[in-house]
């Protein structure tokens, strides 16, 4: 198992490559570079050049990933190209924002959408599944800048149950981002829910069961859900990497100051270091959702623990 | 039984999206007409630009009037990444109103009579506008409690030079050669050259006195520390800064009412709007125009001043390219362009066609030519321009960048296809067009823009001579490029206007930009608003005296 993890691990260095590559070319190939970004109408041409040799952008896209990396290598995420302020700094400090925001979506869509894809199956063809049908196709097709900004209309304008956004009023500003995050993860995870509990409702073993005489909420609980978890975590789990990753329509609809915005204004402001330091960091925390996703399923599965065990067994047997 | 159930679900559907859609309706109906605070000016008016309001103000502040303590404004998303002049990236309009906050320069310049009056220099004199020398105040602070001396003033020319490469901080302070400290009130700047606009780099947001101790101390915060009338309490790049009042302010003739204001960015448009009409935020240098009519309905609630900045939106041509290079071509344009219906295009009625003059130049920049005709819109006159051209059916270029330009080119793709001219609109960010423009082998011909104009004259150097950093155009004309460089050294005022003046006449003729129409910008204020300076130039907003009466109606 720990092997496992540290493979896992060792994966995040190609992802890192592939990803700053990405992010360098990306922007290499958008029109205009940070010094444009900053033009003035004092900006004399002595000026801009020094500029552009200050960024090397008189040199090869190459050779400024190559000083990018040196620099990472040891350790060192760059500063701000336009501001010089510590990208690492500035990620740490928005990303407890991001995290707040993401795991509220996270605990408000799944106490939602289980319930609700559990008794979808339950009550297959019925109305209540074709609402909760309904609902699903609607999470998962309305934009969320679109949900936001009615939600923002609803209950900030016309109900005035809540602040508009931004981060002063504690917890009922967390309300409105957090219930628009969720919507979509709650949209799938009913939808995953409630296709997983149909086929297994069908299942020989949960007959056998009810037969046995077992009660039907211990066959729900017990032999059901346990079975059709796995999909279901990796339906969450994709989402909550994805908020993770920055949710950046909702911190910009919602002024919230979490890292999506912090990765948008860098790529406005054509700042190469802050926007691949943001997208390296997301990358991380994106590897590291789906590894702990996967541990998750071990937990639920035991067939897949035993997977993990017998594989460690044979080895040492190999090793001997 | 199934198709009842089935009917349910469509029913249930569509009380969804009937929800939906309601609940995307107006707050209020928005009125048919003008309301009140709506720009007397309306596009067709043959009027000058409107000149802004000095100060917003309802009333001059009452004594015995409640004055809130926290104030929050609005600014959209051209938000302020850093608070240090001498940065590159501090290069916009609310990090320049910042700096007016934190930072005293050593004069300032009065908007209505283009004069400079005294901050922390009481007088200056020169008598070659190369060496320069000033008195300045015994009785200031800094925010850190140093006491403000001349050498303090050495100190941010030292700054400038050593950290200040390509930012504005740094090339108003780069003309000093050299100083000489003369005491602790009284300071001589020598300029490597004679420069009749120094004044004007004095008075600049960006050219407040730096506290050199602190910058050393603290190379990020100590930007932060100024003599100004407020400090700064928190700052969150990119989100907010809120300023708090420094109670030992030195000028006491101002009236620093408000304890704290927080100026604070909000991306989406919105939620701009929704917090003004929830009371959260009480001003608002955001809101769209498409929202302005909401508040207008509520005249007991609120109020929308009206500001036209300095400089016009309008047309650069690429004067290297084969086609817009052609004089002729240009003047085609020039006539084909309905500049009436272009504004109302670009920003419904908060815009005005520019038919008031012909020159290129801002309309509260000293030594503004006023008899240059405008060109008029005459489609057989375009058309006969046209065909003296030598565009021969091929597609040419408009590019443009916000939104307002992007609609603007729109509307002058249009009205070139009515006289032959295939145009298509490219659009850009910012940033990109910035490079697209400034790249002579980019291949833009076109481009819907605004030329940052300022109030002084001499600025137009970095417009018109080639390789001037806002002369997007290629524009090259020796003959301005002279007149240029020797007005740049001409002591007497009088001469210096009629060379501006004959100057402005030479460059409408040549017509490399088309000032096309004036955006007036609507600035939302809760009733009981007031204390905000609104000088045309959109750099120098004073937040300074801002104040905010509670229960005022």
Request: glycine share 6%.
């Amino acid at each position: 198992m720990i092997r496992y993890i540290l493979l896992r691990i060792l994966w995040l260095i190609p992802v890192i490559i592939a990803v700053s590559l990405i992010v360098f070319s990306l922007m290499e190939l958008a029109p205009g570079t940070v010094v444009d970004a900053m033009m003035t109408e004092e900006m004399t041409e002595e000026a801009r050049e020094e500029l552009i040799r200050r960024y090397n952008l008189d040199r090869p896209m190459l050779y400024r990933y190559g000083l990018y990396m040196l620099n990472l290598l040891q350790g060192d995420l760059g500063t701000y190209d336009t501001t010089g302020a510590d990208v690492w700094r500035e990620f740490i400090t928005r990303l407890p924002n991001t995290l707040i925001l993401s795991f509220t979506a996270l605990i408000i869509g799944t106490v939602v959408a289980i319930p609700l894809g559990i008794i979808a199956a339950r009550r297959a063809g019925t109305l209540v599944d074709n609402t909760v049908t309904v609902f699903s196709m609607i999470g998962m097709s309305m934009p969320l800048f679109w949900l936001g900004l009615l939600l923002l209309l609803a209950f900030s304008l016309h109900l005035r149950w809540l602040p508009s956004g931004t981060f002063d009023d504690g917890i009922r500003s967390l309300i409105l981002p957090a219930l628009c995050s969720s919507f979509t993860l709650m949209a799938n995870a009913a939808r995953q829910t409630r296709s997983n509990m149909l086929e297994v409702l069908k299942a020989d073993y949960l007959r056998t069961a009810r037969a046995k005489g077992v009660p039907e909420e211990a066959v729900i609980r017990r032999h059901a859900l346990g079975n059709a978890w796995i999909p279901i975590i990796t339906a969450i789990g994709t989402s909550l990497s994805v908020q993770l990753a920055g949710s950046v329509v909702i911190e910009q609809v919602f002024t919230w100051p979490g890292i999506g915005r912090m990765a948008a204004e860098a790529v406005r402001a054509r700042d190469v270091t802050a926007a691949t330091g943001v997208v390296i960091m997301t990358s991380i925390l994106y590897v590291l959702v789906q590894l702990i996703v996967d541990l998750l399923y071990a937990l639920v599965d035991p067939r897949i623990k035993a997977q993990y065990l017998s594989a460690g067994k044979k080895r040492k047997k190999r090793a001997a | 039984m199934r198709k009842f159930r089935r009917s349910i679900a469509l029913v249930i559907s569509l009380l969804m999206v009937a929800a939906i859609v309601a609940a995307c309706g107006p707050a209020n109906q928005a009125p048919a007409g003008p309301g009140p605070g709506q720009p007397a000016q309306t596009p067709g008016q043959p009027a000058a630009p409107a000149a802004p309001p000095a100060m917003v103000a309802p009333a001059a502040p009452d004594p015995t009037a409640i004055f809130a303590e926290h104030i929050d404004v609005i600014k959209d998303n051209n938000n302020v990444g850093v608070l240090n002049p001498l940065s590159p990236a501090a290069n916009n309009s609310p990090t320049n109103w910042s700096f007016i906050m934190i930072h005293d320069r050593l004069m300032e310049l009065d908007f209505d009579t283009l004069e400079f009056v005294p901050s922390l220099a009481t007088a200056w004199e020169t008598e070659d506008y190369q060496t320069f020398t000033f008195t300045l105040r015994d009785d200031v602070v800094f925010h850190n409690g140093d006491r403000f001396t001349a050498q303090d003033v050495a100190n941010t020319v030292e700054l400038a030079r050593e950290l200040g490469a390509g930012s504005q901080g740094g090339s108003f302070w780069a003309p000093v050669e050299s100083f000489n400290v003369i005491n602790d009130t009284t300071i001589e700047l020598t300029l490597s050259g004679v420069r009749v606009d120094f004044y004007f780099n004095l008075a600049m947001p960006a050219a407040g006195i730096l506290n050199r101790r602190a910058i050393e101390a603290d190379a990020e915060r100590g930007f932060w520390v100024g003599t100004g009338a407020y400090s700064v309490g928190e700052f969150v790049p990119n989100d907010f800064i809120r300023f708090v009042r420094n109670d030992d302010y030195w000028n006491t003739d101002k009236n620093i009412l408000t304890e704290q204001i927080t100026l604070r960015f909000v991306p989406e448009m919105s939620a701009r709007t929704i917090r003004m009409q929830r009371g959260e935020s009480q001003l608002s240098f955001g809101t769209s125009a498409e929202d302005l009519p909401l508040f207008q309905a509520e005249p007991e609630n609120f109020e929308v001043y009206p500001l036209t900045f300095n400089n016009p939106q309008g047309l650069s041509f690429n004067m290297n390219d084969p086609i817009t290079g052609d004089h002729n071509f240009r003047m085609a344009v020039a006539h084909a362009m309905d500049k009436d219906v272009i504004a109302l295009m670009a920003a419904s009625e908060w815009a005005i066609g520019d038919y008031f003059t012909g020159t290129i130049w801002g309309y509260n920049t000293e030594f503004r030519n006023n008899s240059i005709p405008a060109i008029p819109h005459d489609l057989d006159l375009a058309r006969e321009f046209l065909a003296a051209s030598n565009y021969n059916g091929e597609e040419v270029e408009i590019a443009a960048a916000i939104i307002t330009n992007i609609r603007a080119a729109q509307a002058l793709q249009h009205q070139l296809a009515a006289i032959g001219i295939n145009a298509r609109v490219a659009e850009f960010d910012s940033p990109g067009l910035n490079a697209y423009m400034i790249d002579p082998n980019s291949g833009s011909q076109m481009v819907f823009f605004n030329i940052v104009m300022n109030m002084s004259s001499a600025s137009f150097r970095n417009i018109f001579i080639p390789g001037g950093p806002q002369n997007r155009m290629f524009y090259n004309n020796p003959v301005v490029t002279e007149m240029l460089d020797e007005v740049a050294t001409m002591l007497d005022a009088s001469e210096r206007e009629a060379h501006f003046m004959r100057l402005q006449e030479i460059v409408a003729e040549d017509i490399p930009f088309i000032n096309v129409f004036w955006r007036i910008n609507g600035i939302l204020a809760a009733n009981g608003i007031g204390g905000v300076g609104l000088p045309p130039d959109n750099q120098q907003a004073d937040l300074r005296e801002l104040f905010y009466i509670i229960g005022y109606n």
